[in-house]
């Protein structure tokens, strides 16, 4: 069974920084282009960032990019997401998802883990 | 930036009658385009890729058609399971983006 679990979402003050991890099961990690899409709360879903299955290749929108970066660990079958520099509209849910190619729709998602910007 | 358009915002249709989603590209994304179905506290579920193409695992009653510019989700019989907020998203071009979802409710 394909599985994957987002960890490290927190109440975190403006400018500070997050770790996101995204452990994956039940499919061949290395096989897959990965990506983080987010969700403010009552809002639509914002595509964040995107890596390639050797990892060599990652792409950023442009409301994260030079804060956030992905990673990924293929020996180990983790994804991540590094944030710095947090804003308050940073604030959502935070879906790790994988894709059979880097330009391909996701076709399984995590369940999210949420991640607060406040003071 | 590709940005992607939803109609309408909300649709209320009953059930056992049929839903036609739209979505709409500033330029085209040939047939990069999929569809999502997202429920309360739930995680988005890819429900059609290449703008026509089911989903391992989906209903038959859902289909998708268009290319280009202009895409269409239908639900042919609306079940009880089926009122979500659906997603477009096109994945022709650097940003992916995502259209703003319409929500399907009950009439």
């Known amino acids: 069974e394909v599985q994957l679990m987002e960890s490290g979402g927190d109440l975190v003050q403006p400018g500070g920084s997050l770790r996101l991890s995204c452990a994956a099961s039940g499919f061949t990690f290395n096989s897959y282009a990965m990506g983080w899409v987010r969700q403010a709360p009552g809002r639509g879903l914002e595509w964040v960032a995107s890596?390639?299955?050797?990892?060599?290749?990652?792409y950023c929108a442009d409301s994260v990019k030079g804060r956030f970066s992905i990673s990924r660990d293929n020996s180990n079958n983790r994804l991540y997401l590094q944030m710095s520099s947090l804003r308050a509209e940073d604030t959502a849910v935070y879906y790790c998802?994988?894709?059979?190619?880097?330009?391909?729709?996701?076709?399984?998602w995590g369940q999210g883990t949420m991640v607060i910007v406040s003071s | 930036e590709i940005v992607m358009t939803q109609s309408p915002a909300i649709l209320s249709v009953s059930p056992g009658e049929r839903a036609t989603l739209s979505c709409r590209a500033s330029h085209t994304v040939s047939s990069n385009l999929g569809w999502y179905q997202q429920k309360p506290g739930q995680a988005p579920r890819l429900l059609i890729y290449g703008a026509s193409l089911r989903a391992t695992g989906v209903p038959a009653r859902f289909s998708g058609s268009g290319s280009g510019t202009e895409f269409t989700l239908t639900i042919s019989i609306l079940q009880s399971e089926d009122f979500a907020i659906y997603y477009c998203q096109q994945y022709n071009n650097w940003p992916l983006t995502f259209g703003g979802g319409t929500k399907v409710e009950i009439k």
């Open positions: 890596i390639s299955v050797s990892g060599d290749t990652t």
């Open positions: 998802a994988k894709a059979e190619l880097f330009t391909d729709p996701f076709d399984f």
